[in-house]
C-alpha cells in the first residue's frame, strides 16, 4: 500500500459494547469493611458504588460480554474481526493471554490475539495500535477490549485503595469509515515512577510464596497523593498534545470522556483545559469507581447510549494510569 492510501485512510470505531457485573457494592457496605465512611468517599472521590464480579467471573467472562455487544452494534460478527487486543492488567491469569482465551470464547480460532499492559490507559493504547493496523490494510476490523476484576487485586483490608475500585469492560470494534473517525492520538509514560502504582509480587522480581502471600504483595498498592498531582498534570498536557495540532481549543471539544480515577482530578483537568465539567466532562465514577482500563471503555459506550455524543460531535478521550502511562486520542464521530 502506498503511503498516500494510508495517510488517507480514516478509522472509526463502528462498535461499542460494555458489560458490568450486577452486584453493587455501596459505600455504605464498606463502611462494614473497613473504618471509612460514605461521606469521605464521597467528598474525595465522587465514587458512591461500584460493581464487584462473582467469585467465578473472570477477566475474560466480563471482556466477552462486553465483546459480544460491540460486535452486534457494528453489525458484524465475530467471523468478522481481524485481530484481538484486550487490554488489562488483571487477566485470568499470567499465561495465555486473556486475548486468547476471549477468542476461545468467542469461537473465532486463529484470528490474532494479544494483551496490552497498560493499566488506566489501556483503552487509549489499544485503540492507537487498531488504528495502525487498519491504516496499514493488516485487518479491516479489529476489536479492542478494555476488561478489569479489578476486586481481585484489592486488599479488602487496606481504606486507601479498596475503595476506589470496581470491576467491568468495555469493547469497541474499529474499521474504515467515510468521514471523521480518528484525528490524532497522543501517548506517554514515565517507568521512573512505577512504584507509586504497583502490584509488588507475582512476578519474576518477587515469585508467588507464602511470604509473599503474607506480606499481601499479590494486591495494588498506591501512593494516592503524589499520583494525584501526576494525573492532573499529565491529563491537562495529554489532552493539549492531541488537540494542538489540529488547531482545536476546549471549546471546539463537545465532549471529553476521561479515565474515571476521581472527580476532584477531573475538576481540575477541565479547569486546566478551559472547559465547563458540566457541560463538557462526561462523569460515571459515581456508579462504578475506578475500572483502570475499563473506566474510559464503558464511559464512551455509555456516553453514545445516552446520546452525549452525536454524529458530527469532536470528543476527547484521556487517561492516565500505573506506569506511569497515558494518553489522549480526538475523535471525529
Ligand atoms: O487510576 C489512575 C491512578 N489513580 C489515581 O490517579 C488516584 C489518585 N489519587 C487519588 O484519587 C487520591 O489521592 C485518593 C482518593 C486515593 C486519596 O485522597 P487524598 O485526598 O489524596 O487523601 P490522602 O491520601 O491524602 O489521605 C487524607 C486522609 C488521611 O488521614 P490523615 O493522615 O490526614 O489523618 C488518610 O489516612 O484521609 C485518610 N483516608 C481515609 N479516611 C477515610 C484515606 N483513605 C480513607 C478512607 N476513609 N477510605
Redesign the pocket.
Known sequence: MFKEEILEKKVGIIGLGKYLPEKRLTNKDIEKI????DE??TE??GIKERRIAREDETTSDLAVNAAKRAIENAKLKPEDIGLIIVATITPDMFFPSTACIVQSKLNVNHIPAFDISV??SGFIYGIAIAEQFIKSGAYKHILVIAAEKMSSVTDWTD??????MGDGAGAAVLGEVEEGGILSIYLGADGSKGNL?EMPAGGSRLPASASTVEKRLHFLR?E??I??K??VKVMAEAALKATEPLGLKGDDINLVIP?Q??I??LNAVAKRMGIDPEEKLYLNIDKYG?M?SA?SAVALTEAVEQHRVKKGDTILLDA???GLTWGAIVIKW
Do not use: Q
Open positions: 473497613v473504618d471509612t465512611t469521605w468517599i474525595r472521590t493499566a488506566c481504606r486507601s485503595t479498596c475503595v476506589l502504582l498506591m494516592g497523593n499520583l494525584f501526576h494525573a479515565h480515577a476521581n476532584r482530578i475506578n483502570s473506566s492516565f494510569g500505573a
